[in-house]
């Protein structure tokens, strides 16, 4: 046994620590260098993990931020386990499809558990020519547990059958309080590069309507969390950008011509996710828009027109608009709008991409665009009109919508082989260092051994109980409060545009309603930061981007990052804490304070620290005469000497302030 502890030395001596870690990782700890020597399985893993980072690499990453209140379809709490219930949709005729995708439920704030929520634990697909009989077996998972697929999606092929009722019938449901129930977020029929259950009548045997969290038309509303299909390719583009108008009602419009007279069959508006403080939250997409298809330029006369009025819950995220125009042989495809929503005081249009399609192709590519007005900021080159035809939006190349569900289902799988390569190889390396301390401990060494262990164990379970406990706050915030909310914010508005009552009344019913949505701002932002304790850089960056929007959106803002493209690094959460809030704080005293026109903001980051600072052109002020405590320089100063950061702020009267604030990624580092 000594020769082993000797060897196991020499070992440890001969190769360093970066040689036995693959190149995604960071340096090896002891122990895991130990267990590596004794273990060829952990290095087998540790080649493979290397390759399917590389392999993830080349393909679409899944949305998975906040999408408001929009989960999908949820049935009634059923009381019998086994007991049949089904949802259907009707796709008007008899149609030949290629597939049927299930796009599972994801509830974010509820960590690994709200991965697949309410996925049925025994299902079927049917397909039938009539509503309530002659069903054909599409996929039958009746027999067995069907493992839970998580946030990602299933595809199960037609196998050349077709019909007109499209049904998914849970067999087994899940366990819930008081009962049993089951959920989904989206369901697609495809047929080429269609989605042809996209907005068609769906019904269901068991539904439970809980505005706005869930709802039976959201599942197969065409809004998820796939969003727009694409690839790894980033835009060099925007979109376009209209210019701002002084009210929301001005009119706006965008002409496309196609060129010659075609049969369009449908028609899709990707809306625009750009960081841009003029459109950043989506607020290019108009509140409602009407579309149009005509052989005159002038639409004097219109083939195909639809109208698709405010939309309860805003535009559709990161998802495409579709819309099918039926065939209907025209050049040219019109989008106007007169209702806008609004940056501060100003109103835009903006939109990402427009596409039109016949025969699975799109046919509005590179064609040529015409526009009631375009923004003239010097700062606009990603914005343009030929750039709703370009075939990107406003982040990647877009793609086919078959391909993308592929590619997005390959990661699928890839993350899975991932997770389970990780846990095997936490088993290999307990195992391993388990026999290197029994082995010591034959030669004296195990009380010591021992010791460390279970020092190392008990941390270990210290950490798992803080994080069980985050996510059972962060679950009991969205499913209690959060919900109420929504409730209060939905029920003010509605009270708020009541005609009938008095201008008073209506008053009250907007501050109500500014007060909920503040309120609910501050909970989301609690909820993100305990969620599951794993947030990163790029996640706290992003999260950093929308609040630019909310607090000073009516202001001209600049958002940069030093460098651009950073390497994503986790972040402790207490540092993120406190660094977000501060950066919230320094943004409200931007808007309540400086009186300023314009705040440039940058966010830095090197292997070790975390900085922003924060600009403004407004009225300034001298840190001197303040003492200590006004604009919130004091709670700057106590949260910098939390986290062992930096705080500074330079401030001159009628010239504007600047406040930096800095933080080591690990609070303990300085």
């Not at 210019?243 to 010659?260: N, Q, R, T, Y």
């Not at 069959?265 to 950043?280: A, G």
């Not at 579709?322 to 050049?331: C, F, K, L």
Request: aromatic share 8%; net charge neutral; hydrophobic share 40%.
């Amino acid at each position: 046994m000594s020769r082993l502890l000797l060897f196991l030395v020499v070992a440890l001596l001969a190769f360093p620590a970066g040689s036995l870690a693959t190149t995604e990782t960071k340096a090896l700890s002891l122990g895991d260098r130990v267990a590596r020597i004794v273990k060829p399985a952990i290095r087998k893993a540790d080649k493979r993990l290397s390759r399917i980072e590389r392999e993830l690499l080349s393909l679409p990453e899944l949305y998975n931020g906040p999408r408001g209140s929009r989960f999908g379809f949820h049935s009634e709490t059923i009381a019998d386990q086994r007991a049949p219930h089904h949802l259907q949709i009707d796709l008007g005729e008899s149609r030949s499809f290629d597939a049927v995708v299930l796009m599972p439920a994801h509830l974010p704030t509820r960590g690994a558990e709200g991965e697949g929520y309410g996925f049925p634990l025994r299902f079927k697909i049917e397909v039938s020519d009539t509503p309530n009989t002659g069903f054909k077996l599409l996929a039958d998972h009746t027999g067995a547990d069907y493992p839970n697929p998580g946030r990602y999606p299933i595809r199960f092929p037609a196998n050349d059958l077709s019909g007109r009722y499209i049904r998914v019938t849970s067999t087994k449901h899940v366990a819930a309080k008081e009962g049993f129930i089951w959920a989904m977020e989206e369901i697609m029929v495809l047929a080429g590069n269609y989605n042809i259950g996209s907005s068609r009548p769906r019904s269901a045997s068991s539904v439970q309507e809980l505005f706005p969290n869930w709802s039976l038309w959201r599942v197969n509303d065409g809004i998820s969390r796939l969003g727009s299909p694409h690839n790894t390719i980033r835009s060099p583009s925007n979109g376009f950008l209209s210019a701002p108008s002084e009210s929301g009602s001005h009119p706006k419009w965008i002409v496309i011509d196609l060129g010659e007279s075609l049969p369009v069959e449908e028609i899709r508006i990707i809306p625009t996710s750009s960081d841009d403080p003029e459109v950043v939250g989506g607020r290019g997409f108009p509140q409602s828009l009407v579309l149009e298809l005509s052989n005159d330029p002038d639409f004097q006369t219109t083939v195909w027109r639809a109208t698709q009025s405010r939309h309860p819950l805003g535009y559709p995220w990161t998802s495409a608009f579709v819309r099918a125009s039926n065939g209907q042989p025209g050049r040219y495809i019109r989008i106007s709008t007169n209702e806008l929503f609004a940056r501060g005081n100003l109103h835009s249009l903006a939109l990402a991409e427009v596409q039109a399609y016949l025969d699975g192709a799109n046919v509005a590519l590179w064609q040529d665009v015409t526009v009631s007005d375009q923004a003239s900021r010097t700062d606009t080159d990603r914005w343009a009109p030929k750039y709703l035809v370009d075939g990107y939006s406003s982040t990647h190349k877009i793609i086919e919508l078959p391909e993308y569900i592929d590619l997005i289902i390959e990661r699928g799988a890839l993350e899975k082989e991932r997770s389970g390569l990780l846990l095997q190889q936490e088993e290999d390396t307990d195992i391993a260092l388990a026999g290197i301390t029994a082995g010591a401990g034959a030669i004296g060494g195990v009380a010591l051994f021992g010791w460390i262990w279970m020092i190392f164990r008990q941390r270990s379970v210290r950490i798992r109980d803080a994080k069980k406990l985050r996510k059972q706050i962060s679950r009991d915030l969205h499913d209690d409060i959060g919900s109420n909310l929504a409730g209060i914010v939905l029920i003010s508005e509605v009270g708020s545009r009541n005609a009938r009552a008095s201008t008073e009344i209506r008053d009250d019913f907007r501050e109500i309603h500014e007060t909920a949505e503040q309120t609910s701002e501050a909970m989301r932002d609690i909820v993100w930061l305990i969620h599951a304790g794993e947030a990163t850089t790029r996640d706290l960056f992003m999260k950093m981007r929308e609040s630019v929007g909310l607090i000073v959106g009516n202001l001209e803002t600049s958002v940069q990052a030093s460098p651009p493209s950073f390497k994503n690094r986790p972040i402790e959460l207490q540092v993120r804490r406190h660094f977000f809030f501060a950066f919230k704080e320094a943004l409200n005293n931007v808007q309540r304070h400086a009186q300023a026109t314009s705040v440039d903001i940058l966010f830095e980051l090197t292997p070790h620290q975390v900085t922003f600072e924060v600009c403004d052109n407004g009225i300034g002020f001298n840190p001197d005469n303040v003492g200590g405590s006004g604009h919130g320089l004091k709670n700057f100063r106590r949260r910098a000497e939390r986290v062992n950061g930096q705080f500074e702020i330079n401030s001159i009267p009628t010239e504007g302030t600047k406040v930096r604030f800095s933080a080591p990624l690990n609070h303990k580092n300085k």
